[in-house]
């Protein structure tokens, strides 16, 4: 796993990443959602697995899942597992922080 650096510290992510509001990240040709909900940061693949819709254009419900704008699958941010139907999960992210940096591994 190769972990690449997207933001300088926590502040700054913070400050970028809305809390609740999905933001789409493009590294090495991969489209990943990123996401600041609660107290915590999440990555997981951009693509919905039931239609391939953006899911950086949808939203994030008070359970802490992604909701899909074209059908409303939602999936948990956490581990990226499919809520409510039979979708395959999605593909998550680790991401870490450090006195150097706010990183995720690909």
Same mark, same amino acid.
């Given at each position: 796993?190769?972990?690449?650096?997207?933001?300088?510290?926590?502040?700054?992510?913070?400050?970028?990443?809305?809390?609740?509001?999905? *933001?789409?990240?493009?590294?090495? %040709? #991969?489209?990943?959602?990123?996401?600041?909900?609660?107290?915590?940061? !999440?990555?997981?693949?951009?693509?919905?697995?039931?239609?391939?819709?953006?899911?950086?254009?949808?939203?994030?419900?008070?359970?802490?899942?992604?909701?899909?704008?074209?059908?409303?699958? *939602?999936?948990?941010?956490?581990? %990226? #597992?499919?809520?409510?139907?039979?979708?395959?999960?999605?593909?998550? !992210?680790?991401?870490?922080?450090?006195?150097?940096?706010?990183?995720?591994?690909?």
């Amino acid at each position: 796993m190769e972990w690449i650096k997207i933001f300088s510290n926590t502040v700054e992510a913070r400050e970028k990443l809305l809390s609740g509001k999905p *933001r789409l990240l493009v590294v090495y %040709g #991969r489209r990943i959602t990123l996401v600041h909900y609660g107290d915590d940061f !999440y990555a997981v693949q951009d693509a919905c697995t039931h239609n391939q819709e953006s899911l950086s254009k949808g939203h994030v419900n008070h359970l802490g899942e992604i909701i899909c704008p074209w059908h409303n699958y *939602r999936f948990e941010l956490k581990t %990226g #597992r499919a809520m409510d139907s039979s979708c395959r999960a999605l593909a998550t !992210y680790p991401i870490k922080t450090d006195e150097t940096g706010f990183f995720i591994g690909i």
